[in-house]
């Protein structure tokens, strides 16, 4: 095999953990490879950043390039992100439009930078939501959904014929739970080697 796949270990240098968030859970993928001669990439891929970098690269180039690679990709997404107000009001929107029966409303919607498993969750009792940001790149057709999904817990706990009577509304459901099983599928498929090299 031509490239080597390693999850990026700097060296301790003092507030590089501030540069670099999320380097101590894998978030970031440091790929080598003998094909790549010159250039560096550096893209989202199954909630973590890879960096590929030419194998032949030194540790110190490594350890300089790589933080200013993800800070790249961290800006472009800062850049794109919808602010949590507007996040919000799309909560609000699509219980207008698809559950007016509703009287419930969230009282705050944000992004969660630690959600890992779940796509969303919703507190009833402060109608309070959560959504994770690994949603922020994908298609505004899956982020509506989970937010619904969420914003229907305001008034049903659980995931019985109530709730998905009413979460079939969604005109694109079948369409969002299928790119999220896939994305999940992906994401499980990509993990699986790097936890054994």
């Not at 003092?14 to 670099?20: D, R, S, T, V």
């Not at 973590?48 to 690269?57: E, G, K, N, Q, W």
Request: proline share 7%; with cysteine.
């Amino acid at each position: 095999m031509s490239e080597a796949f390693h999850v990026f270990q700097p060296v301790p240098v003092p507030n590089l953990a501030q540069e670099l968030p999320g380097i101590g859970e894998g978030e970031i993928v440091v790929i080598r490879s003998t094909r790549r001669k010159r250039n560096i990439a550096a893209y989202r891929q199954g909630g973590r950043i890879i960096v590929s970098i030419p194998a032949r690269l030194s540790k110190a180039d490594e350890r300089e390039i790589v933080p200013e690679m993800v800070a790249k990709i961290r800006a472009q997404e800062a850049a794109r992100r919808i602010d949590d107000s507007v996040l919000a009001q799309r909560a609000v929107d699509l219980l207008r439009s698809l559950a007016p029966e509703f009287a419930e409303r969230p009282t705050s919607v944000k992004w969660s930078h630690s959600m890992r498993e779940r796509w969303g969750s919703c507190t009833s009792v402060d109608g309070t939501i959560r959504i994770s940001a690994r949603l922020e790149p994908m298609p505004a057709y899956v982020l509506d959904f989970v937010l619904f999904h969420e914003a229907i817990h305001l008034r049903f706990g659980d995931h019985g014929p109530e709730f998905r009577e009413v979460l079939a509304r969604y005109p694109h459901a079948i369409r969002a739970e299928a790119y999220l099983e896939g994305f999940e599928a992906a994401d499980a498929a990509h993990r699986a080697p790097l936890l054994h090299k």
